[in-house]
T-cell receptor
Framework: DAGITQSPRHKVTETGTPVTLRCHQT?????MYWYRQDPGHGLRLIHY???????DKGEVSDGYSVSRSKTEDFLLTLESATSSQTSVYFC?????????????FGQGTRLTVV | GESVGLHLPTLSVQEGDNSIINCAYS??????FIWYKQESGKGPQFIID?????DKRQGQRVTVLLNKTVKHLSLQIAATQPGDSAVYFC???????????FGPGTRLSVLP
């Protein structure tokens, strides 16, 4: 794996509770992404970051927030978890233009909201 | 994970045969494409990429073909092995834009 660690790997939480997922990289890559993966929808972008404190929304950002205070860490927060947020969440990283251009993925976090 | 691909098209091939997985991409202006492999319970893994100024690129046992006229990508796997069983995704990117757009995926099943 390309130096990406997601934590936790599995989590069960109750509806209405806050949840934070962590993505940690050791590659010093500029870009970091959070995707969710659901049957019938494939991989969909939630939020991404293009630098420390620089983030932007993806196509399914409602109900999620992110923070990036350090290059190596990108946090995804569900302020008040709902059952529709039950999914597998993947973090990905990507270097700057001129470097390796593919996105590398973490192992995923399986989140269940009950 | 295990829930990925419940509704995906499936390609079944005999071990040792060649596999061809197809993908239609959405944006005619996309200029960079990647194929990923995802095994059950794991994250997508990079296989091979191609830029729009090429129409073919070869790797180890894999070849990607790009047809920009009809916005079509294909992944060819030579001498398919049991370890090739997985879900395969194509992804497109525009002008080193921030985001990749992923296709829905195809499940490859290798029969003994």
């Amino acid at each position: 794996d390309a130096g990406i660690t997601q934590s936790p790997r599995h989590k069960v939480t109750e509806t209405g509770t806050p949840v934070t997922l962590r993505c940690h990289q050791t590659e010093n890559h500029r870009y970091m992404y959070w995707y969710r993966q659901d049957p019938g929808h494939g991989l969909r972008l939630i939020h991404y970051s293009y630098g420390v404190k620089d983030t932007d929304k993806g196509e399914v950002s409602d109900g999620y927030s992110v923070s990036r205070s350090k290059t190596e860490d990108f946090l995804l927060t569900l302020e008040s978890a709902t059952s529709s947020q039950t999914s597998v969440y993947f973090c990905a990283i990507r270097g700057s233009q001129g470097e390796r251009t593919e996105a590398f993925f973490g192992q995923g976090t399986r989140l269940t909201v009950v | 994970g295990e829930s990925v691909g419940l509704h995906l098209p499936t390609l079944s091939v005999q071990e040792g045969d060649n596999s061809i997985i197809n993908c239609a991409y959405s944006n005619s202006a996309s200029d960079y494409f990647i194929w990923y492999k995802q095994e059950s319970g794991k994250g997508p893994q990079f296989i091979i990429d191609i830029r729009s100024n090429m129409d073919k690129r070869q790797g180890q046992r894999v070849t990607v073909l790009l047809n920009k006229t009809v916005k079509h990508l294909s992944l060819q796997i030579a001498a398919t092995q049991p370890g090739d069983s997985a879900v395969y995704f194509c992804a497109e990117n525009l002008n080193y834009g921030q985001n990749f757009v992923f296709g829905p995926g195809t499940r490859l099943s290798v029969l003994p």
